[in-house]
């Protein structure tokens, strides 16, 4: 079936500009996770929602970005006046709802964020 | 603090050699333990994972890992190496109920032909 999947694939952008990330998970999958990929550096968490409930922002960096996800299924990582340090891969992953399966998360490709 | 150490930045082994990709991790609880591959371009893809049960489980791929409680390490193994097998190699820390994946650094394997 289908995976994860993100667009943009790249994303170049100025400095100062906003930009929007999208990712649709898996049908059925009710949570779904943000991560960040530095150069030379391990997956960051950014934000995760799961079902109805609130979702878990502690990851995100500043008040810059925000992420909201539309029908529970959905989401869009929003990034305002952006930095050339927030130039990275953001990947987006969903999951099923339970206390273990919750882990087994399924990547989508990453869009790979370019700040000029 | 919880986390994981992939102490190997880069591994170059040639094809046909058997390969071992360290990850130690830190954390208070039993963990939920995975190692992904990246391939350039691409996303995470799970290559095994370790909830419970037997402490050697097997992947995809012809990959297998240990869990050592003992050392709190999860290396991963292959007997031989193919060149396809040239990627980024992602240990990760789930844990539990909790819902973030904590991940190493990883570790890019270079395969001589």
């Known amino acids: 079936g289908a995976g994860v999947s993100q667009s943009p694939s790249n994303k170049v952008t100025e400095k100062g500009k906003d930009v929007e990330l999208r990712c649709d998970p898996i049908s059925g999958h009710t949570a779904l996770y943000w991560y960040r990929q530095s150069l030379g550096q391990g997956l960051e968490f950014l934000i995760y929602f799961q079902g109805n409930s609130a979702p878990d922002k502690s990851g995100l960096p500043s008040d810059r970005f925000s992420a909201e996800r539309t029908g529970g299924s959905v989401s869009t990582l929003t990034i305002q006046r952006t930095q050339q340090e927030d130039s990275a891969v953001y990947l987006c992953a969903s999951s099923f709802n339970s206390p273990v399966r919750n882990n087994e998360q399924f990547f989508g490709p990453g869009t790979r964020l370019t700040v000029l | 603090a919880q986390s994981v150490t992939q102490p190997d930045i880069h591994i170059t082994v040639s094809e046909g050699a058997s390969l071992e990709l360290r990850c130690n991790y830190s954390y208070g609880a039993t963990p939920y333990l995975f190692w992904y591959v990246q391939s350039p371009g691409q996303g995470l893809q799970l290559l095994l994972k370790y909830f419970s049960g037997d402490t050697l489980v097997q992947g995809i791929k012809g990959f297998e890992a240990e869990f050592k409680r003992s050392q709190s390490s999860f290396n991963l193994r292959k007997p031989s190496v193919h060149w396809c097998d040239a990627a980024e190699y992602i240990c990760?820390?789930?844990?539990?109920?909790?819902?973030?994946?904590?991940f190493g650094a990883g570790t890019r394997l270079a395969v001589h032909p």
């Open positions: 990760a820390v789930g844990p539990g109920g909790y819902n973030k994946l904590i």
